[in-house]
């Protein structure tokens, strides 16, 4: 990377954990709260990096940007969340320059979720560049990838059905209970935690269950209360979780605590109950699992897709993968330009001290100099001149021979 002239650092990396390798308690430790994402980029900055974009969700933790070495951006990340470098490189992926592009793009348009075409991931990008962008840590390397990324996303959402018969974790949820838990419409349904995937959960529910008996709890009340409002549905305080669990048939856990909010003594252990924990970290304390009546799913499961609908999108995979090349072809080819950048704004400023030496001169020798029209003239030629050569390095048959001879012929200085 570094002859592309983007970044003071010679590689570009990303470095992160998923589902892949990483199971969700292992994930719980490495992710990263809105909060502990602002404070890691301001560290960067202040370490001097110069590029780097984060990324946390319930299925990985993803950081890309420009170091000397991948260990700063591990340190970073190992920093601001619970987890320990021992711990990350057991489960960990490291990509360096092409590899760490070529994941992105994965990683963006789908290909690489857990549940295959799932596009939630692309939004948290966006969300991500946004952050970093705000923190002053978006070169432009950075920008033209992630606007490509998501030109790639939008492009296969639109022109394949890799996302077709859509479904998400909200949506993987609901499908269980259909499956799993006779007379759905009858039963009393809790839904603790109305966060993004509480809320994508909530839509699911009220659409395919038919249940108007479906309560919500969230600690902070208004958040529920704006959702129920939507829907029609009943809403109780925090302090009141204890009791609503122990009417529930169904109890639905996406909350966005660090440790487990639900244990075994919150429990009425002679009733049946079905719980779905769709947290990372975890927040259904494992002793639940000892309850003979109890049911407890984590999301891990409901992820692993294998029915009909996942099959299906598979077909789509080379269309999609062939999209992603067209884009890359043109990023790359955008990020050959920045190869030769230095050389046309040093040869710009060459020509310009030339104009200003000349213009001086001719200023002393003649009365009636047109300075002004003089200006207009020069500016053009150094305009069209520029350009030609600009033209003659995007050729792809220019080579660094040509640069080398541009910055010999008009004695360029190669730091420029």
Not at 65 to 89: D, M, N, W, Y
Not at 297 to 326: C, F, G, W
Not at 372 to 396: P, Y
């Amino acid at each position: 990377m570094e002859r592309y002239n983007i970044s003071k650092y010679k590689n570009f990396y990303a470095v992160g954990l998923s589902y892949k390798k990483a199971d969700a308690k292992t994930r719980g430790l490495f992710s990263l709260t809105d909060t502990g994402k602002s404070s890691l980029l301001l560290q960067a900055k202040n370490e001097g990096l110069d590029g780097l974009v984060v990324t946390s969700t319930c299925n990985r933790t993803e950081l890309y940007g420009f170091a000397q070495h991948p260990f700063q951006i591990i340190k970073l990340l190992c920093e601001h969340s619970r987890g320990t470098v021992e711990e990350f490189e057991k489960v960990a992926y490291v990509y360096k320059n092409d590899e760490a592009i070529n994941h992105l793009f994965k990683v963006g348009t789908g290909l690489d979720s857990q549940i295959l075409g799932d596009f939630e991931i692309i939004s948290q990008l966006k969300q991500s560049f946004v952050s970093a962008k705000d923190t002053g840590l978006v070169n432009p390397f950075l920008e033209r990838l992630i606007n490509s990324v998501i030109q790639a996303s939008k492009k296969i959402k639109n022109e394949t059905e890799i996302s077709s018969g859509a479904t998400s974790v909200a949506f993987a949820s609901v499908q269980y209970i259909l499956s799993h838990v006779p007379n759905v419409s009858e039963k009393n349904i809790l839904l603790f935690g109305t966060g993004k995937i509480g809320r994508n959960t909530c839509e699911n529910l009220v659409k395919h269950t038919k249940n108007n008996q479906i309560t919500l709890i969230n600690r902070t009340k208004d958040k529920a209360e704006k959702i129920a409002g939507k829907f029609d549905l009943v809403v109780k305080e925090y302090a009141d979780l204890p009791s609503e669990i122990r009417k529930a048939d169904i109890l639905i856990v996406a909350t966005g605590a660090q440790k487990p909010t639900v244990s075994k003594e919150l429990i009425f252990p002679n009733k049946e109950l079905t719980i779905l924990d769709l947290s990372i970290p975890k927040n259904v304390d494992d002793n639940v699992a000892e309850l003979e009546n109890v049911t407890v799913v984590h999301l891990d499961l409901l992820s692993k897709m294998t029915d009909e609908t996942l099959e299906n999108r598979k077909q789509y995979i080379p269309q999609a993968e062939a999209i992603i090349e067209e884009i890359k072809k043109d990023f790359s080819s955008w990020l050959e330009t920045r190869k030769f950048a230095p050389t046309i704004k040093a040869l710009n400023h060459k020509l310009r001290s030339i104009k200003d030496a000349e213009i001086d001169y001719q200023r002393k020798k003649f009365v009636d100099f047109n300075e002004q029209q003089a200006e207009v003239l020069s500016n053009r030629l150094i305009q069209k001149i520029t350009t030609h050569f600009a033209n003659h390095l995007k050729d792809g048959s220019a080579s660094d021979d040509s640069i080398e001879l541009i910055q010999k012929v008009f004695q360029l200085e190669k730091d420029f």
